[in-house]
């Protein structure tokens, strides 16, 4: 498992075009460049939005953005990923809103009452329909659904996607000539971020297994440092030439950028490789940071 026959392409950047409207001139150079050399991938992130380009380091990376600069003569901006975070709750809770609105003429009404509950890892989302009676009538149902689905995509806490929950409507009311499709979409959408603040709800972040390959005297530094990153080991084994290979575990986010780390600790001698494994709840100080700093961003549009 540990001995590769070439690199792979760990080292990551995000670039965004330094002119409006080279994004599609762009997409099709990267695609040309890793045709070319297998130890370069270009991918789109559908939920961060951002083009991620993958290489051996950061060299390897800046050599390939000036080949692409002499080639097709186009220029990017580069800066760390973004970290694919995601939302989700932990407990039971029930969450109301009344949608009133009068204006001049036709007024807008709606009201729903529903309750969140968390789903297991992986499941997505749920939702039920738990009206008695005609409280709600039927027609409105796809409504209120979109309400929810609109927070979904843009979170509740910290503006990540949340998923691994079950949303029931339960009650409402209408009102036979002020309710509209518009009302009950802002009123399932209140409703259901009422339900999702007082749902203990919790960010997830992303947890990669990692295959780390040293020399074998520099195996006390990788573990020092792996446990400094809220890391873990699972198991280490050797290989021909006093080479340790190790096998890890850690948040994505603190290994993003673990190529110049390792180099440091290793003198350039160690090597890695990682995929996703989970998703996990972070810890309590880390959530108000990562809460912090999406307002900060939010306050700075």
Request: proline share 6%; charged share 25%; hydrophobic share 35%.
């Amino acid at each position: 498992m540990c001995i590769r026959d070439r690199p792979t392409p760990m080292y990551s950047q995000a670039v965004t075009p330094k002119s409006r409207g080279d994004e599609q001139k762009i997409s099709e150079a990267l695609h040309r460049l890793a045709q070319e050399d297998l130890t370069f991938i270009a991918t789109r992130d559908s939920q961060t939005n951002e083009t991620v380009i993958s290489g051996i380091g950061d060299l390897h990376l800046r050599m390939m953005l000036t080949k692409m600069k002499a080639r097709f003569n186009l220029d990017v901006d580069t800066k760390p990923p973004k970290i694919p975070y995601k939302e989700t709750v932990t407990t039971k809770a029930e969450g109301h809103h009344r949608h009133k609105k009068q204006t001049g003429g036709a007024g807008q009404f709606g009201e729903v009452y529903l309750r969140v509950e968390p789903l297991e890892r992986g499941a997505g989302f749920e939702f039920v329909n738990d009206l008695f009676g005609e409280s709600i009538p039927r027609q409105y149902l796809p409504a209120i659904e979109k309400g929810i689905r609109d927070v979904l995509q843009a979170g509740a806490i910290a503006g990540y996607p949340l998923q691994d929950l079950k949303v029931s409507v339960y009650d409402g009311k209408h009102h036979p000539v002020d309710s509209k499709e518009v009302a009950f979409r802002a009123a399932g959408k209140w409703a259901f971020i009422d339900a999702v603040q007082k749902a203990s709800p919790v960010i997830l972040e992303p947890i990669v297994n990692m295959e780390i390959t040293v020399p074998a005297n520099f195996m006390g530094d990788i573990a020092s440092d792996l446990s400094g990153r809220r890391g873990r080991i699972l198991g280490q084994e050797m290989i021909p030439g006093n080479i340790s290979c190790v096998k890890a575990r850690a948040p994505l986010a603190e290994v993003m950028q673990y190529n110049s780390q390792l180099r440091s600790v290793t003198g350039g001698q160690g090597s890695y490789t990682m995929e996703l494994s989970h998703y996990e709840p972070v810890p309590g100080n880390v959530q108000q940071h990562i809460i912090a700093a999406s307002q900060k961003a939010k306050d700075e549009k």
